[in-house]
């Protein structure tokens, strides 16, 4: 989700597009970096070195009207893991979030990590729109008319019909799947299985905020966690980079204010607004927070374990003298700079690294996540205003979002009283260290729709790869999800069976 100033980040959701007066503040995605990144050499990153092997399928570009255009193909990319399989047993399938598939493949080894138990092949599904899943081509983002086909409902479709196809091919067609998601990609999954409960036996949601729309979680709820996530970890860390914020807005009053700030901040070039620096700073933030994993990642980018609380070690043993914008620089550089090997950093001219340009529409249109900051954030205090951020889509794209939509085709008011008489299988997974909890399930709905909640976790934790250095809590959450997915599996088969 991403903004549409040049000099705001975006990210891995938050899916708003803000404005105070000029510049628009950062916004976030529910799971991924779309951001100012490191100059590495002036080289893009490479792709990940993944156990999949990678395929195609033939996508139809429209599967809700019959005409003439909606039967356009488009290539779909997908990825196959066969290593543990046989015939009959488990699919389980990664509903693709807003981003190259090959990356979400390589930071989800939960499910490298239990196929050997169940048998399982695993499927990573490359959302519409994103990585090389582009229905037309380059020109995919040229227009709202090529856009036009890109949401969430067309994304869902994608992955029925995939999965139908795929099972028949394989002479697997009485194999249960399973399908799992991270942030967005976890909204997808639980609304995969409310939507298709035919093709799927079940769905882990983790990190999805799914209640994130309308009114039903407080707008101010985001940074508000954030915010607590700093305090937890030191009063005085919070308050200087609550504090920070006035320095910034100080240095256009000074001569060569820019320049200085450039130096300080050791830009490759010269900034041309402090809200340059604003942003840099506000990403690395928010990422750490979502991130503060209890272990080493490297994810959106390299991190040593418990972030935040390292974060707030440089702050709070920084010189007393020293000013609360360069505390907050060296804080910000434990995010961009662990590996301490950079000269300089790329403040501005944003890389979209992991394809994920197509968010600006979805939040234009479909993604409408109003966002506020309280006045006990450590962030400076906005209060959303929908008609600037609809008036920004119109400008940007000629079109108006439409703010109730996905609360009109997925529900989320009054879940609980919906839920338990409808929906079935699901597992909502939260830790609450990360932000977007509070938009998430945090509350069993009934005995087969549950929420795992951590309270140490950060943004989808679980479906990390298991390390030697993972904590008890950690390990004990990932193996009541397999137990519950080992229940409905066994049902399933139970099922099959006596039908017969």
């Not at 999949?52 to 809700?64: A, C, G, I, S, V």
């Not at 910034?248 to 900034?271: M, T």
């Not at 997915?485 to 139970?494: A, G, P, R, T």
């Amino acid at each position: 989700m991403a903004s549409f100033s040049s000099s705001s980040s975006s990210i891995v959701l938050v899916l708003l597009f803000f404005a105070i007066a000029t510049e628009a503040l950062p916004t976030y995605f529910p799971g991924i970096n779309y951001q100012s990144a490191l100059r590495k050499n002036g080289s893009i990153n490479p792709k990940p070195e993944i156990p999949y092997e990678t395929h195609y399928f033939p996508q139809n570009l429209d599967h809700f009207t019959f005409l003439p255009q909606s039967y356009r193909i488009f290539n779909q990319k997908y990825l196959i893991n066969r290593d543990f399989w046989q015939k009959g047993a488990p699919i389980f399938v990664y509903t693709g979030n807003e981003g190259d598939i090959d990356w979400f493949a390589a930071n989800t080894g939960f499910l490298l990590d239990a196929a050997p138990h169940f048998r399982a092949l695993l499927v990573f599904i490359e959302h519409r729109y994103y990585g090389e899943s582009k229905p037309f081509g380059k020109h995919s983002y040229k227009s709202a008319k090529k856009l036009g086909y890109l949401n969430s409902q067309q994304a869902l479709a994608d992955f029925a019909l995939l999965i139908r196809s795929l099972k028949h091919n394989l002479s697997s067609d009485s194999s249960p799947v399973v399908v799992f998601g991270g942030s967005y990609g976890g909204m997808l999954a639980a609304w995969f299985r409310l939507k298709y409960p035919h093709i799927a036996i079940g769905a882990l949601a983790s990190s999805a905020p799914i209640l994130q729309f309308d009114d039903i979680t407080p707008w101010s709820s985001f940074y508000d966690a954030v915010s607590q996530d700093f305090k937890d970890a030191s009063l005085n860390c919070y308050e200087v980079i609550k504090g920070s914020w006035a320095e910034l807005e100080d240095i256009p009053r000074y001569k060569e204010g820019l320049a200085e700030l450039s130096r300080n901040f050791r830009a490759c070039k010269e900034v041309r607004s402090i809200y340059s620096a604003r942003d840099w700073l506000w990403e690395a933030f928010v990422y750490v927070a979502m991130t503060n994993y209890p272990t080493e990642s490297n994810f959106i980018k390299p991190l040593p374990a418990h972030p935040v609380k390292q974060m707030c070690k440089i702050i709070d043993g920084s010189s007393p003298e020293a000013t609360k914008l360069s505390k907050v620089f060296e804080a910000a550089s434990l995010y961009y700079n662990y590996s301490r090997s950079e000269k300089c950093f790329e403040l501005e001219n944003e890389n979209d690294d992991h394809g994920l340009h197509g968010w600006n529409w979805q939040a234009c249109t479909e993604m409408v996540m109003p966002m506020s900051i309280s006045n006990e954030s450590m962030f400076p205090p906005y209060q959303f205003s929908y008609k600037d951020f609809s008036d920004d889509c119109l400008k940007n794209y000629g079109v108006r979002p439409r703010p109730h939509w996905i609360t009109t085709e997925f529900g989320g008011t009054n879940i609980e009283q919906v839920l338990k008489r409808f929906g079935s299988n699901i597992i909502f997974s939260n830790g609450l260290q990360d932000p977007w909890s509070r938009g998430s399930v945090l509350k069993n709905i009934s005995t087969s729709i549950v929420a795992l909640v951590a309270e140490k976790g950060a943004h989808h934790t679980d479906l990390r790869r298991a390390t030697r250095k993972d904590p008890d809590w950690l390990i004990e959450q990932r193996k009541q999800e397999i137990e519950i997915i080992q229940k409905w599996i066994s049902d399933y088969y139970i099922d099959i069976k006596t039908s017969y």
